[in-house]
């Protein structure tokens, strides 16, 4: 069988660090680079007698996700403990939610290409996340930062419903877009704020069965998950064709090497003993606190996008662009009413403001440029003072260097404005009824097809350069005065 025979089959848990400023269950700092187990306490140490406390943030942020991805909300949210030995886990346990989580369904809009399709959600629940091993440090010994322990996390568990690398790279993408619109997470990879699990199995295409399958952990880049799954499907299918099956286990990924290696197999897979969580009662949602939840999302990543491409009619790609980060979408909505020419300001936007900022390190809110500079920018173009090439090329780097300064002052200290074309097609045009007054007396009473000589006269005299439709207005204003 060959490789087309076969179709993929994956699943994903991603963890999303929430940007609350204390932990889950404490009133632990959350700030990232803090130096080794300095953002410490008895409580994320889990120490005897010390009881958690449920972040507030934290459930509200989990909701608005919840709400966000068309989920239910659970009205009563309950906690467990899921135990496990290990040395960065000090209490011996992780607080999650097992029976009752926050949300439960709803779905992501992933877009490939031109086409849309849902990945449905099987839950959402709020945990806390452990600590951190570094083995990398010394040859026999190992160190633990528990600067990480309690940190507030969620967890998104999906259905198998991903077919493709490409298609975990859009959910991922998704979801970093959609945390950041609702404002609850910084959604940085590098950083570990988004990680994921991917579960992937394969089958022969166009059946339904659901074969073993094994689980890469902690993907912290799109590029690595897309290598980790890529690896999985060859050495999948390498075992399926030569009649084996795949053994169910836990694989790390190296990245080095573009490798995936067991970490564990099903038989010594943990048994988590997961129970009720004893220190922390169940949580009651009002329905005061959904309707605020519900009233924190003010525009979605998708329907941003939708807005710019099907309502405005603006191509994938610069929609694309002017619907990745909610400020962008904002930004631009706020000028597209105030603007007329609406082509000239998703050009600026997309090809000038955007990179300009970038190549400078800055993101919008950081622009020095205000919005009332903007506005005025652009009018020097449509209006035609100014010359595109012009604008583009020296005024808005000018201005960049000197940003507390008007387009239209910096311009005219320049020299740059062009001059009112108006009163010297005028004068010309003046020149040429004293030469002939007997046409122009035609001309005036009714001989419309004289307006062409006086438009070549005119052209001869300005070497062709002037603008045949500003100086026909000209010609006819002119005439009705008469
Ligand atoms: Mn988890």
Request: glycine share 10%; aromatic share 10%; proline share 11%.
């Given at each position: 069988m060959g490789q087309e025979a076969f179709e993929t089959i994956i699943g994903l848990e991603v963890h999303v660090q929430l940007?609350?400023?204390?932990?889950a269950f404490c009133r632990d700092k959350t700030e990232?680079?803090?130096?080794?187990?300095?953002?410490?306490?008895a409580i994320s140490l889990g120490h005897p007698g010390t009881l958690p406390f449920m972040n507030k943030k934290q459930v509200q942020y989990a909701t608005r996700l919840g709400l966000a991805l068309n989920g239910n909300i659970n009205e009563v949210n309950t906690f467990d403990r899921k135990n496990y030995f290990y040395a960065d886990l000090p209490k011996g346990y992780q607080i999650t939610q097992d029976k009752k989580p926050i949300s439960v369904g709803g779905y992501l809009p992933i877009k490939m290409g031109d086409v849309w399709k849902n990945i449905r959600i099987h839950h959402i629940h709020i945990e806390e996340d452990a600590g951190k091993s570094i083995h990398t440090l010394h040859d026999s010994k190992s160190f633990i930062d528990?600067?990480?322990?309690g940190m507030p996390l969620i967890e998104i568990v999906t259905e198998p419903d991903l077919r493709s690398g490409a298609e975990v790279d859009a959910f991922m993408t998704g979801i970093r877009q959609l945390v950041r619109y609702l404002e609850i997470s910084d959604g940085n990879m590098e950083e570990g704020s988004l990680r994921c699990d991917v579960n992937i199995s394969i089958r022969p295409k166009g059946t339904d069965i659901l074969n073993n399958r094994c689980e890469v952990k902690n993907v912290n880049s799109m590029k690595f998950a897309r290598q980790a799954i890529e690896f999985e499907e060859l050495r999948q299918q390498k075992i399926v064709e030569e009649g084996g099956t795949v053994a169910q286990q836990t694989l790390n990924f190296d990245p080095a090497i573009g490798v995936t290696s067991p970490l564990r197999s099903k038989e010594d897979a943990?048994?988590?003993?997961?129970?009720?969580?004893?220190?922390l009662p169940p949580i009651h949602l009002s329905a005061d606190f959904l309707d605020t939840e519900r009233k924190n999302i003010t525009i979605l990543p998708w329907e941003a996008f939708h807005f710019l491409h099907n309502e405005l009619g603006l191509p994938v790609q610069e929609a694309s662009i002017l619907s990745e980060l909610k400020d962008t979408f904002i930004f631009y909505k706020g000028l597209l009413e105030k603007v007329e020419d609406k082509k000239l300001l998703t050009n600026f936007m997309v090809n000038k403001l955007l990179p300009s900022l970038h190549e400078k390190g800055l993101s919008l809110a950081d622009s020095p440029l205000s919005k009332e500079g903007i506005l005025q920018f652009l009018s020097l173009i449509s209006s035609e003072k100014l010359s595109h090439s012009i604008a583009y090329q020296k005024l808005f780097p000018l201005w960049m260097e000197?940003?507390?300064?008007?387009p239209l002052d910096l311009a005219e200290s320049q020299q740059w404005l062009q001059e009112k074309e108006e009163g010297k097609i005028e004068l010309i045009f003046k020149e040429i009824i004293a030469e002939y007054p007997q046409k122009w007396s035609e001309f005036t009473s009714?001989?419309?097809?004289l307006a062409g000589f006086f438009m070549g006269e005119l052209m001869k005299k300005t070497g062709g350069k002037s603008n045949p439709k500003e100086a026909m207005d000209i010609l006819i204003s002119m005439q009705n005065k008469k």
């Open positions: 940007s609350t400023e204390s932990k990232f680079g803090g130096s080794p187990n300095s953002q410490i306490s528990l600067n990480r322990a943990h048994d988590y003993r997961y129970f009720p969580e004893p220190d000197n940003p507390s300064l008007h009714g001989k419309k097809g």
